[in-house]
């Protein structure tokens, strides 16, 4: 089982702090460091100082990184057009010497759509753009000469396909999400990981078993929960306070509790076929709390 370390700074995180947190996951030996992909404060608080934007976080975090894979939990097919998202996404992949993974999904927020003059079409369409963004991001990057696409929402003419990423075939692209017929078809069609969101242990099996079933090669099956351990009840308390929620709740929605409760459940999570964990961390202020995980949780997998 790899950890990963999932953060949200559109509650409130400045590119510095970030910072602090990729090093403090690099020298804990969590396997990777991600990113929400939001431009407005979702869960509490006001998002002061207000939203960093995911790439170019991504881009100078390569520069100060050397191991830890990076990459979006998820970037949103509303904000970027494809073309130029493959080459960002190229780009930073080339900056990183070949670590990054690019999580892409439909968008949901209509929120900070409003906010910042995003268009924000129906359900159906989102999904639509996606998969042609799917389909041109990894077209781009896997073209030996130029490139042409026609949809029904984007058209490419004799594109020269370049940058190409580092790593052979383009970053490893991760699909998240439990729906039941279009979530699946995308992960098989186009993912090398099939991601489930805060969900329990079993909608998190039944999901990943979907996928299996739709899909005819091998997939990484990963999971996201919310993070808060403490060494004691005090120590867990003080954290859930932090982030707005209480043990009870986290230790029934998230992955809460002791470190030992952490390692049982993580486990559980394995059983069901996980073979990475996406932990969020609510709040980036606490690099003591990775200090905790790393040493006592991580150690024992």
């Not at 939203?51 to 100078?60: E, K, M, Q, V, Y």
């Not at 403490?230 to 209480?246: M, T, Y």
Request: with cysteine.
């Amino acid at each position: 089982m790899l950890l990963r370390i999932f953060t949200e700074p559109q509650e409130g995180a400045t590119y510095d702090r970030l910072l602090q947190v990729a090093r403090r996951t690099e020298e804990c030996g969590f396997d990777a460091f991600f990113r929400s992909d939001h431009y407005q404060v979702i869960a509490r608080g006001d998002g002061m100082p207000g939203p960093t934007d995911a790439w170019l976080t991504l881009a100078a975090l390569a520069r100060e990184t050397s191991t830890i894979r990076l990459g979006t939990m998820v970037t949103s097919a509303t904000f970027r057009l494809p073309g130029p998202l493959a080459i960002s996404v190229a780009q930073v992949d080339q900056m990183s010497g070949g670590r990054v993974e690019l999580g892409l999904g439909a968008g949901w927020y209509e929120r900070e759509h409003a906010s910042y003059g995003i268009p924000f079409p129906p359900t159906a369409e989102r999904f639509a753009r996606l998969e042609e963004q799917l389909e041109i991001i990894t077209g781009l990057w896997r073209a030996p000469g130029p490139y042409s696409f026609s949809g029904e929402h984007y058209e490419l003419t004799d594109s020269p396909a370049l940058p190409k990423p580092v790593q052979d075939g383009g970053p490893p692209i991760i699909i998240g999400g439990v729906g039941r017929k279009k979530t699946p078809a995308l992960a098989a069609r186009f993912a090398a990981e099939y991601n489930v969101p805060f969900h329990s242990v079993d909608e998190t099996r039944e999901a990943f078993e979907r996928v299996r079933a739709a899909a005819s090669r091998d997939l990484v099956y990963s999971a996201a929960q919310v993070l808060c351990c403490g060494r004691d009840e005090a120590e867990l308390a003080r954290r859930a306070e932090a982030i707005g929620r209480s043990p009870e709740q986290l230790r029934t929605d998230g992955l809460a509790g002791t470190p030992s409760e952490l390692v049982d459940k993580i486990g559980q999570f394995a059983e069901a076929g996980a073979g990475r964990l996406y932990l969020q961390v609510l709040d980036p202020s606490d690099l003591d709390h990775l200090d905790l995980v790393a040493s006592e949780v991580l150690s024992q997998l």
